[in-house]
């Protein structure tokens, strides 16, 4: 008495036995453990004493681990699709069977580099699965057009890995640079987020072997000796269209690069319009209800405060079960949880629901409640958060050396979080000051009496706290027996007063003889950050409304609160912008890095700064599909979405060499340099366009969840232009960039340049 912090399960009173795993457990195992050993624990327990599941992690990973890999089975339906339904039967099988072998060998990689099956490999695994089926249908699609061409099986095969090989490599390593600023980010969201890098970068690397030496074997294998044309119409309708709109674009190149620079403008300047976001909320059926009374209250009124709220609880049909922790926070049943710290004025209840939109009913009548009906009470009622955690989602922190000015400036700062209606709850971490009864001693008395202040504060704490004077063997263990005054004595300000203090002669003397005793307002808690005071203010924010916008909206404010501040003084932002802040800067730090192996890569295989220039300039025009979907889906751009953006300039560059590879070797082999932009263009129309399509469409299965769907939608908008701006926009800048005038042989709608590149055909010159 007091009591430690109190533990209930459904407003019963408990105690709590938490289980952790080891390090390279299998969760699943340790939950079927567990449920049989408490089977058989339970069978001996006294009666009345029941034991109750609290947080079932076990159950939890499976379930996401089933949905999961029914997404994954979804996006390899979808990318054997678009092989049948492109490449035919028998090419499309070729791909089939290069997608298991790729997934076994991931497979193995992860398991000897120590990346378990979870959320994030997982969700890797699914972006993975549409990139890893590029190099293969390339290198397909070279076999076949070259068996179309005459040439046996052995000789396709040979000249797929010759003319395929290298490029293909080169855009393997682009597209896993790429990734590269999300796996070495030196940050807790880059620690979350590290298994997107490794998983994709070794299903590249695979996926770039098993294309160059193990597709041309089963293509030898499974494709006919001797092939035809058996598209000829439809694929020929869909050219010759596609064939004049790349035309008309080149004609019209000024036009054509003006529009698509119009378009990045009205991109950047939308982009104001997508909401930021640092990670969002899981969808988990839990609720986190926060209960902060005065911080001078004892753990009796946070223990009457949670007993009121779970009365609000009972017989809630959307309820399946709750616990409640007086004195301090939930336990760490799920990682990101924020976990809180021990404090008497604290409370938190656990409300597990029977489903997501159970939870948001829930949420809605809890709030009504709480507002209506514990005035008294700072509450918050939140969901449990993707990634790491951060609290309150708007957070300021005024900083500075002298407390009671610090408290001054934070009013000023909630009074200004007040003007926006989008706030709710706004708070302190501290600030009231608490009523103190301060005792001092007069020193010189003591001493001339004998009294030392280690034995008055000894006198103090019997009245006050007790001390121990014996201990008592509970079987094998020792209780302590603590020796205090009763309840009323010790509560009394009083009897404090009236203390009497021992002598060393056996003797006593009143405690006011050698003190006195003051009554005064003091902090029972400070926070310091840089050895400075801090106080945080923090506010909640209503449904749909994202911390960075609320920032923005208050930026001007603030600087002008901050500007009038004293020196020494400051208001900085904390919560979900800062972290984000933080984790975008980390990334950040590792892009120099990343753009400059990816020159390096791409110099290697271009040797030209011009056509280097060339590769790079589709590139950023990736932000107008970005853009555009992020807003039709209304997504927000997050953290993860960011990352699918820088991965996303990989995934476009890698177009744009063999675009770029494809019209050097046309020119290379005596065509002009108008028909050889328009020729390789329709050479690598199908590759580039199956490719993307493969891509964009493998990320459907994600694209409705709530951690991987903002990523998916900026990677399907961003690819799914860019694709299209390579095929037409690229072609335009290159003619533009090199002064290419027109061929002559175009005013002829292309027929002599059909028949041109059906003769260079026949002599077998191509290129990857």
Known sequence: DPPQPLFR????????????????????????????AMTKITANLPVGIEPRLVADQPRVVESAVDDFMEALWEAIAIVLGVSFLSLGLRAGAVVACSIPLVLAAVFVAMEIAGIDLQRVSLGALIIALGLLVDDAMITVEMMVTKLE????????ATFAYTSTAFPMLTGTLVTVVGFMPI????????????????VVGIALLVSWAVAVIFAPLLGVAILPATMKHKAHTEVGAIMRRFRSLLVKAMRARWITIGGTLALLALSALALRFVPQQFFPASDRPELLVNLTLSRSASIYASDRTASRFEALLKGDSDVDHWTTYVGQGAVRFYLPLDVQLPNDF???????????DARERVRARLEKA???????????????????????????????????????????????????????????????????????????????????????????????????VTQIRDDIYLVDTNARAGAEDRLSPSTVKTLEIPLPNGKA?????????????DWPLIWRRDRLATITVQADLTQGVQPATVIAALKTKMAELNAGLPQGYDVAVGGTV?????????????????????????????????????????????????????????????????????????????NSVILVGQIETEIAHGRSGWNGVVEATSHRFRPILLTATAAILGMIPIAPTVFWGPMAYAIMGGLAVATALTLVFLPAL????????????????????????NQHLRGGGSAA
């Open 183 to 198: 796996g070495f980010a030196k940050s807790a969201a880059g620690e979350y987020t590290f298994s997107i890098f490794t």
């Open 734 to 757: 290159y003619v533009a960039w090199f002064r290419i005038p027109e061929d002559p042989s175009q005013a002829s709608n292309g027929r002599d340049d059909l028949e041109m590149r």
């Open 149 to 156: 061409e005459g040439l046996d099986s052995a000789r396709a």
């Open 509 to 521: 003397v009143p405690l006011l003889q050698v003190a006195t005793v003051e009554y005064s307002l």
């Open 370 to 468: 709480l507002t209506n009906n514990f005035p008294e009470v700072v509450s918050r009622i939140s969901p449990l958060e993707l990634g790491p955690p951060v609290g309150w989602p708007l957070q300021y922190r005024v900083r500075g050396p002298d407390p009671q000015k610090v408290s001054d400036i934070a009013y000023r700062v909630a009074g200004l979080v007040a003007t926006d209606r989008r706030t709710q709850s706004i708070n302190f971490d501290w600030i009231e000051p608490m009523r103190m009864l301060r005792i001092r001693v007069n020193q010189d008395q003591a001493r001339l009496l004998g009294i030392s202040s280690q034995a008055l504060a000894q006198s103090v704490n019997i009245v006050v706290t007790g001390v121990t």
């Open 9 to 36: 399960y459904n407003g019963t009173p408990a105690i709590g036995l938490g289980i952790a795993m080891r390090s390279g457990g299998d969760v699943l195992a340790l939950g079927r453990s567990v449920e049989e």
């Open 578 to 654: 800062e972290e984000s802040a933080k984790s975008q800067a980390s990334v950040a730090a590792v892009l120099p890095v990343a753009g400059l192996l990816m020159l390096i890569i791409l110099m290697i295989q271009l040797q030209s700064v011009s056509r280097l220039f060339l590769v790079l300039s589709v590139a950023p025009f990736g932000l107008i599909g970005v853009v555009l979907a992020l807003l039709v889906a209304h997504k927000p751009l997050g953290f993860v979405a960011l990352l699918g953006v820088m991965a996303l300039v990989g995934m476009i560059v890698r």
């Open 346 to 356: 604290f409370s938190q209840t656990v409300v597990v629901t029977k489903s997501l």
